[in-house]
């Protein structure tokens, strides 16, 4: 069965540094998100992205996070400078169709990234 | 505003039937979810409502939706071991995005 992939399983990274997290969405999937889960609370939404653009996005979702799709398989989220705060884990998810009908979302199975 | 509350917790003993529940604030949901999550493993679609329904089974599971209360329910009929896990609510409107509850961890002790 297709599924979500997403690398790597656990990030370490040091306050003011760089990340990027992976995920391969299912192939034929035309629609990709990233969600976080900081620990005991909600699951967050932070960006939907298709056709090459970011279609919608909160308001956790600022300068400091881009997306991209660097190629027919990849779809990545980057931090730019981390804060302690992006501590959380991350998920991604895709989905073959959108918007008002029925669109079952697919899971990855997160990223947990700790910012010492 | 956007708000879907669970409680934390729930037990219940091998065999029972367990019911999740789920509150949510905003009445112009368009679809309402239940996700389920295993230790070390992404978010499971387990079922889905649309708003116009009251009530959804599928095999174990059935869903009841009361749209006055704006409250939503999962009962697990025959609730087994495999079952323990921690189970989102979800609701989505006219986008895209899921909006989720915190989750509620099911144990099932034998």
């Known amino acids: 069965e297709p599924e979500v992939t997403q690398t790597p399983s656990h990030q370490v990274t040091q306050m003011g540094q760089e990340v990027i997290l992976r995920c391969v969405p299912i192939s034929n999937h035309l629609y990709f998100y990233w969600y976080r889960q900081i620990l005991g609370q909600k699951v967050e939404f932070l960006v939907s992205?298709?056709?090459?653009?970011?279609?919608?996005k909160s308001e956790i979702f600022d300068d400091q996070f881009s997306v991209e799709r660097p190629d027919g398989s990849n779809f990545t989220l980057k931090i730019r400078s981390t804060k302690l705060e992006d501590s959380a884990m991350y998920f991604c998810?895709?989905?073959?169709?959108?918007?008002?009908?029925?669109?079952?979302?697919?899971f990855g199975p997160g990223t947990r990234l700790t910012v010492l | 505003g956007e708000d879907v509350e669970q409680s934390l917790f729930l037990s219940v003993r091998e065999g029972d039937s367990s019911v999740i529940n789920c509150t949510y604030t905003d009445s112009s949901s368009t679809y309402l979810y239940w996700y389920k999550q295993e230790p070390g493993a992404g978010l499971q679609l387990l079922t889905y409502i649309f708003s116009n329904m009251d009530m959804k089974q599928d095999q174990r599971l059935t869903v009841l939706l009361n749209k006055k209360d704006k409250h939503l329910s999962l009962r697990i009929a025959d609730t087994q071991t495999g079952d323990s896990a921690i189970y989102f609510c979800?609701?989505?409107?006219?986008?895209?995005?899921?909006?989720f509850g915190t989750g509620t961890r099911l144990q099932v002790f034998p």
């Open positions: 979800a609701e989505s409107r006219d986008t895209d995005k899921l909006i």
């Open positions: 992205f298709y056709n090459n653009e970011i279609s919608e």
């Open positions: 998810a895709s989905s073959e169709l959108a918007g008002e009908l029925h669109n079952e979302q697919f």
